[in-house]
């Protein structure tokens, strides 16, 4: 079994090095049990083991065996809701090992690799896809709020202060302010860029790797927004967020404020995109 390099970092915390220990009896309980035969690893992903399989009779799949965390909680539910419909379809899921036997979209490109303004309108149009009306059991974007709020100080902390506090300062505010005057609940993809819609062949794009809320709409547009693959310049960022409200008739104040929330939020995460985020947030913020 190969492990991919960017899910290697999981040896260095307690639970991920276990983990790790335990997949390769995973994977051979999954594939005895859903008659697979594996195939490549799909490389990429930081919080999954991904590979291709095919069933017994034939269809080809992908399973994905998870690292349990807060935010992989669910993604087998909003599969379930989305039944296809702008993301790929669940095949089987088994909640104890966390694994999930998932339709193979075909050819599988990235939309990273398609015309910027092209890509910027399937986006947009995979949000208003995917916003269907839900509740429980989905974390509420409120309840992921308050997360962000209180640990976002801790990890800036922690990655070195690497951006200014007033950032820091301002995401938390503006947390507070949004996250108990959202209007109706829809079900999100935190996680909505380009990297995640593959091309297909039922659908031309479809969504994967959902990190599933239940929020406003006006919360889905961040990942778009802040996706520097897009283009990274104040003017790249303007457009795509200045597209997303129209073409979604979104409140402009309330996605502006969610989009610099999230992204500040999540850019101590990773030092290797924390620059890129924080310079988004500024040009939002200006």
Avoid at 37 to 57: F, P
Avoid at 158 to 175: I, K, W
Avoid at 256 to 267: H, I, K, L, P, S
Wanted: with cysteine.
């Amino acid at each position: 079994m190969r492990v991919p390099e960017e899910i290697a970092w999981l040896a260095e915390r307690e639970d991920g090095a276990a983990w790790l220990d335990a997949l390769p009896g995973v994977l051979e309980e999954v594939v005895e049990q859903w008659g697979l035969t594996l195939g490549a690893v799909y490389d990429g992903g930081m919080t999954a083991y991904v590979a291709r399989a095919t069933t017994a009779d034939g269809t080809p799949a992908v399973l994905k065996v998870q690292w349990p965390h807060r935010e992989a909680e669910h993604e087998a539910e909003a599969l379930r809701v989305w039944d296809g419909h702008g993301a790929v379809r669940l095949l089987a899921h088994d909640p104890e090992r966390h694994a999930l036997l998932l339709e193979r979209a075909e050819p599988g490109d990235r939309l990273t690799a398609s015309p910027l303004d092209e890509a910027v309108g399937v986006i947009i149009g995979l949000v208003r896809e995917l916003a269907v009306p839900v509740t429980e059991p989905f974390t509420p974007l409120a309840d992921e709020a308050a997360h962000w709020g209180a640990s976002l100080p801790h990890e800036w902390e922690a990655a070195g202060r690497p951006f200014e506090s007033s950032l820091v300062d301002t995401a938390v505010g503006l947390l507070e302010d949004l996250a108990p005057t959202q209007g109706t609940q829809v079900l999100v993809h935190q996680d909505l860029h380009a990297d995640n819609v593959v091309a297909a062949q039922r659908a031309p794009w479809l969504a994967i790797d959902p990190k599933p809320l239940a929020g406003e709409i006006e919360f889905a547009i961040a990942p778009l927004v802040r996706d520097f693959s897009l283009g990274h310049d104040r003017s790249a960022v303007r457009h795509r967020f200045d597209r997303a409200c129209d073409e979604l008739d979104l409140d402009a104040d309330r996605a502006r404020g969610w989009c610099v929330a999230q992204t500040v939020a999540w850019a101590p995460d990773n030092p290797a995109t924390t620059a890129h985020h924080a310079q988004t947030a500024r040009w939002l913020i200006a």
